[in-house]
């Protein structure tokens, strides 16, 4: 089975300073989707990023860009030029290529961005 | 569009009564997702559609959960009889058709407390 491993329960950087989420994974699977969502205090999931584990290149959108490591099993974000507005839960999520949409979350990692 | 809507937002009940939760997916996505939340677990699969047929049900914890999606704009998910361990936030997602994006978007959760 599937894990996702979120080693680190909770982070703070400061407004404007660059942060790194970990995040690592257990399959024997080569072809998957990593996704990293983020859970504000209103409690909804938000995709922030996803990454094709086939593409080498990894995935940016605009202040959030991920390092995927393949062979390591690892997929971490970096969010760079942190706002206030960023402080929330994010989760990574793994989901097998194919047409089964289960997604596996890990146990998610509380970010505050301090003033 | 008014994205995935959940209700009730709030649900306190007492052990042993029956819940109905909620879910109406954004219109023209094809895959309704129902999670569960909690603090021990994290956030966990119960079950998903498609065109409202159940596809995957392997995260349903016990008979007393059911789910059903009797159209394409209507799903609830049922517990019953309810119990203090079943207290958590429950979110409905919804995705496109395969040729869509490949994302999940989520409702805004319903908070149920069993006393």
Same mark, same amino acid.
């Not at chain 2, 079950?47 to 349903?60: E, K, L, Q, R």
């Given at each position: 089975?599937?894990?996702?491993? !979120? &080693?680190?329960?909770?982070?703070?950087?400061?407004?404007?300073?660059?942060?790194?989420?970990?995040?690592?994974?257990?399959?024997?699977?080569?072809?998957?989707?990593?996704?990293?969502?983020?859970?504000?205090?209103?409690?909804?999931?938000?995709?922030?990023?996803?990454?094709?584990?086939?593409?080498?290149?990894?995935?940016?959108?605009?202040?959030?860009?991920?390092?995927?490591?393949?062979?390591?099993?690892?997929?971490?974000?970096?969010?760079?030029?942190?706002?206030?507005?960023?402080?929330?839960?994010?989760?990574?999520?793994?989901?097998?290529?194919?047409?089964?949409?289960?997604?596996?979350?890990?146990?998610?990692?509380?970010?505050?961005?301090?003033? | 569009?008014?994205?995935?809507?959940? &209700?009730?937002?709030?649900?306190?009940?007492?052990?042993?009564?029956?819940?109905?939760?909620?879910?109406?997916?954004?219109?023209?996505?094809?895959?309704?997702?129902?999670?569960?939340?909690?603090?021990?677990?994290?956030?966990?699969?119960?079950?998903?559609?498609?065109?409202?047929?159940?596809?995957?049900?392997?995260?349903?914890?016990?008979?007393?959960?059911?789910?059903?999606?009797?159209?394409?704009?209507?799903?609830?998910?049922?517990? !019953?009889?309810?119990?203090?361990?079943?207290?958590?936030?429950?979110?409905?997602?919804?995705?496109?058709?395969?040729?869509?994006?490949?994302?999940?978007?989520?409702?805004?959760?319903?908070?149920?407390?069993?006393?």
């Amino acid at each position: 089975a599937q894990t996702v491993t !979120q &080693s680190q329960p909770e982070m703070s950087v400061q407004e404007a300073e660059t942060v790194t989420l970990s995040c690592t994974y257990d399959t024997s699977e080569s072809d998957y989707y990593l996704f990293w969502y983020k859970q504000p205090p209103s409690r909804q999931m938000i995709l922030v990023i996803r990454q094709e584990a086939y593409k080498q290149q990894n995935a940016t959108e605009n202040r959030f860009s991920v390092n995927f490591q393949k062979a390591a099993k690892s997929f971490s974000l970096k969010i760079s030029d942190s706002q206030l507005g960023d402080a929330a839960m994010y989760f990574c999520a793994y989901r097998l290529w194919g047409s089964n949409y289960k997604l596996t979350f890990g146990k998610g990692t509380l970010l505050t961005v301090n003033p | 569009d008014a994205g995935v809507i959940q &209700s009730p937002r709030h649900e306190v009940t007492e052990m042993g009564q029956e819940v109905t939760l909620r879910c109406k997916p954004i219109s023209g996505h094809d895959y309704l997702f129902w999670y569960r939340q909690t603090m021990m677990r994290g956030l966990e699969l119960l079950i998903y559609f498609n065109n409202n047929v159940p596809i995957d049900d392997s995260g349903m914890p016990e008979d007393r959960f059911s789910a059903k999606m009797p159209n394409a704009s209507f799903s609830t998910l049922k517990i !019953q009889p309810s119990e203090p361990r079943d207290s958590a936030v429950y979110f409905c997602a919804s995705r496109q058709r395969p040729t869509g994006p490949d994302t999940q978007y989520f409702g805004p959760g319903t908070r149920l407390t069993v006393l």
